[in-house]
């Protein structure tokens, strides 16, 4: 499984982005997709996952300002950021998971920078 990032990129305080993530190769049975962040001297953290089903997870950090969607048949996943605060720095991190014979695969793409200017 491969997974290209695009839409990261610089911005103002209150500004919007958009983040997407393409998967590719052997898709098949792929489930959840979605985002994690580093920012520096910082654990990756998650920030939100999407299930095949629609099902979303959101760290509290980005509720109500973030936005996780997909397009199955595309095998994309997208993020919404609006309301950016400088503490949402950080590398951004595409993942995708799927389950096979009991095990937890995880798929992981190249990040992209976003940065908050204040």
């Known amino acids: 499984v491969q997974l290209q990032a695009s839409g990261g990129g610089l911005v103002q305080a209150g500004g919007s982005l958009r983040l997407s993530c393409a998967a590719s190769?052997?898709?098949?049975?792929?489930?959840?997709m979605g985002w994690y962040r580093q920012a520096p001297g910082k654990q990756r953290e998650l920030v939100a996952m999407i299930a095949r089903s629609g099902a979303t997870n959101y760290a509290d950090s980005v509720k109500g300002r973030f936005t996780i969607s997909r397009d199955n048949a595309k095998s994309t996943v997208y993020l919404q950021m609006n309301t950016l605060r400088p503490e949402d720095t950080a590398v951004y991190y595409c993942?995708?998971?799927?389950?096979?014979?009991?095990?937890?695969?995880?798929?992981w793409g190249q990040g992209t920078l976003v940065t908050v200017s204040s």
């Open positions: 190769g052997d898709i098949a049975n792929i489930n959840g």
């Open positions: 993942r995708a998971d799927r389950v096979r014979y009991g095990v937890i695969y995880d798929y």
